[in-house]
């Protein structure tokens, strides 16, 4: 079985600064994904970033880069330059299978102050 | 309109009724997914298919049935709603060569 945790309850940045919210995974699996979901108070569920097991560079997705340290099996994000309408809940997750079955954390919860 | 939708958006029921809730994609992906979100859980996995006609039990299956006669339609149904269930539940869909899925906009249900 896969774990995600998300030791970050809640965070507050500044507008403009950089910020990094933390993932650890625990998986047995060759093979796997790590993503990235953001959720605004609409609440819908916005894909932001992937990463493979086997990719050896980190991704990037615009002001989006996940910070993949494998030995560690971490895999926090890190948002550039925010904005204000970057204040939303954020879900790390792994998937696992042929299914691509999502295992997601408890999430952080991310204000952007002016 | 393409894309993945879930209906009702909200529902109030009361326990011990059954209720459905839908799942409609317009993209004929293969996966289809049902969470449910709690605070403190992030999403759970309650149920998932493969395709037409095969379904898994995910990680809280228990009080729900799923079937998926069509590759589009994915209906989540609480047999005998319990205020436990009173969640808001997401449905998503994966293409085989997706790598992200997709959600839809999530049904908030509250079971009185």
């Known amino acids: 079985a896969q774990k995600i945790t998300q030791t970050q309850p809640g965070m507050f940045v500044q507008e403009k600064e950089a910020v990094t919210l933390d993932c650890t995974y625990d998986t047995s699996d060759q093979s796997y994904g790590l993503f990235w979901y953001k959720q605004p108070s609409s609440g819908e569920m916005i894909f932001l970033i992937y990463q493979g097991s086997y990719d050896e560079q980190n991704a990037t997705e615009g002001r989006y880069s996940l910070n993949f340290q494998k030995a560690r099996k971490s895999a926090n994000l890190v948002i550039s330059a925010s904005q204000l309408g970057d204040s939303a809940m954020y879900f790390c997750a792994s998937d696992t299978g042929t299914a691509s079955k999502l295992t997601f954390g408890t999430g952080t919860r991310l204000q952007v102050t002016l | 309109d393409a894309g993945i939708t879930q209906s009702p958006r909200y529902k109030i029921t009361e326990t011990g009724r059954q209720v459905t809730l839908m799942c409609h994609q317009t993209w004929s992906h293969s996966y289809m997914f049902w969470y449910r979100q709690d605070l403190g859980h992030g999403l759970r996995l309650i149920y998932y298919?493969?395709?037409?006609?095969?379904?898994d039990k995910g990680e809280v299956p228990d009080g729900y049935v799923v079937s998926r006669s069509k590759t589009e339609n994915f209906p989540l149904t609480l047999e005998s709603a319990t205020r436990s269930q009173t969640s808001v539940y997401f449905c998503?869909?994966?293409?085989?060569?997706?790598?992200?899925?997709?959600f839809g906009q999530g049904t908030r249900l509250t079971v009185v």
């Open positions: 298919s493969a395709a037409a006609d095969i379904t």
């Open positions: 998503a869909s994966k293409g085989h060569f997706d790598t992200e899925a997709f």
